[in-house]
């Protein structure tokens, strides 16, 4: 998971929010008189209904460009519904780790559950969710204290939340981004790789005079949960096929968000579990290839970090790249110190920097700025090891 730098939104947003915002506003006018009149009088408490009964133009600003948390901290309603779209989406991701964590610390499941719910409904914010929305049927506490009573305050406001989304499909619709506007969006960043995988190329071109691209916009929070978000900037990704289509899909976790960080930082491949000796020298591949949680153990980092390793299943699909690797390993161990120290003196005679000949020798600069930048350039980086960057 590579950090996408906004810089590639600042290019579009004008034209963008040009393009959208009357769609937008049309729509809103059509579909608003069949809203409930709880959902108008939320928006309005909110700000995000002027007083003319029409969407707040700031608001909408913020609604297609503008960072999702600084959506959620300006407009009250927005951060609500984010709190409660969480809330009810990830709670069986959640319980899930909470049985894996007892079955591999022999925690009592019972009193573990409990304060695990309670910090769960806590990180969402379930005491302003409940002065606001109020709950007859379940008070946290309860919840808290059994899954049972959990299940029917997520349910509770679940309802909720669909409500909101039934009116939010009717005037937010990805459909209003047209087939050239797509292209400017996945064009502004100018990537070359994705930057969820580092594996696959995004390439532009023209056949017959039309422009393609080779990546979908994947929504980061699926608009089919969060259709508030179906047309935010901050939440449309330029990723390959694969990522998009046979991974993420309409999936949404506990998940390294691109527009907020990376985490090349925090992780790194090794070869791991070696059959023979050579293996390591790259005469084979009888060995497993791993990506390595670096951070400290016990972390939010850590378990983000941990929790998009497995949602993406990157360690899995990386052990198709076994060959490169065993490639690599041949070449650190064919360029032994004094032949680099014997390229290094031709190189520099030649008048060739060092980036340029790590390009030569691994097909990548090693420069760590540029992971993202180049296709398995994290894998390349990590393998070739920190002594052989410093080369020739
Ligand atoms: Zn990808």
């Not at 289509?245 to 899909?249: A, F, L, N």
């Given at each position: 998971m590579m950090y996408l730098k906004d810089k590639g939104i600042a290019l579009i947003e004008e034209d963008y929010r040009k393009r959208i915002i009357p769609d937008i506003k049309k729509a809103f006018v059509q579909e608003s008189p069949g809203f409930p009149p709880d959902f108008l009088v939320a928006l309005a408490k909110s700000g995000i209904l002027a007083s003319s009964g029409a969407l707040d133009d700031s608001f909408l600003d913020a609604l297609l460009s503008r960072p999702i948390e600084e959506l959620a901290a300006k407009w009250h309603w927005a951060g609500m519904y984010l709190d409660m779209g969480r809330m009810v989406c990830c709670y069986g991701r959640e319980r899930e780790k909470w049985k894996a964590a007892c079955a591999k610390t022999g925690h009592a499941r019972r009193p573990y559950y409990r304060e695990k719910r309670r910090e769960y409904l806590d990180c969402h914010h379930i005491d302003a969710l409940m002065a606001e929305y109020p709950l007859r049927t379940v008070m946290p506490q309860q919840a808290c204290g059994s899954d049972r009573e959990m299940l029917i305050l997520l349910k509770a406001y679940e309802a909720v939340f669909e409500g909101w989304n039934g009116c939010l499909r009717r005037f937010v619709k990805y459909e209003m981004i047209d087939a050239g506007l797509k292209i400017q969006v996945k064009q502004a960043f100018r990537l070359e790789v994705c930057p969820y995988c580092n594996r696959q190329y995004i390439t532009s071109f023209q056949v017959s005079g039309k422009q393609h691209v080779t990546a979908d916009l994947d929504h980061f929070y699926p608009q089919s949960l969060f259709p508030l978000l179906a047309l935010s900037l901050y939440n449309l990704v330029p990723v390959c096929l694969v990522c998009n289509?046979?991974?993420?899909?309409d999936s949404f976790g506990n998940i390294w968000n691109p527009y907020r960080a990376g985490f090349s930082d925090l992780v790194h491949f090794e070869v791991d579990d070696p059959q023979n000796v050579q293996a390591l020298v790259g005469s084979n591949d009888e060995f497993i290839l791993k990506l390595k949680n670096d951070a400290p153990e016990g972390s939010s980092e850590f378990e983000v970090t941990e929790s998009t390793i497995r949602f993406f299943g990157l360690e899995e699909i990386y052990q198709s790249h076994k060959q490169f690797v065993r490639e690599l390993l041949h070449k650190k161990h064919a360029y032994n110190e004094t032949y680099l120290r014997q390229l290094q003196d031709i190189f520099q005679k030649a008048g060739v920097s060092m980036a340029d000949a790590n390009l030569i020798l691994y097909g990548f600069e090693m420069d760590k700025d540029r992971i993202g930048e180049r296709i398995l350039g994290k894998l390349t980086y990590d393998i070739v090891g920190d002594s052989r960057r410093q080369h020739p």
């Open positions: 289509r046979m991974v993420k899909k």
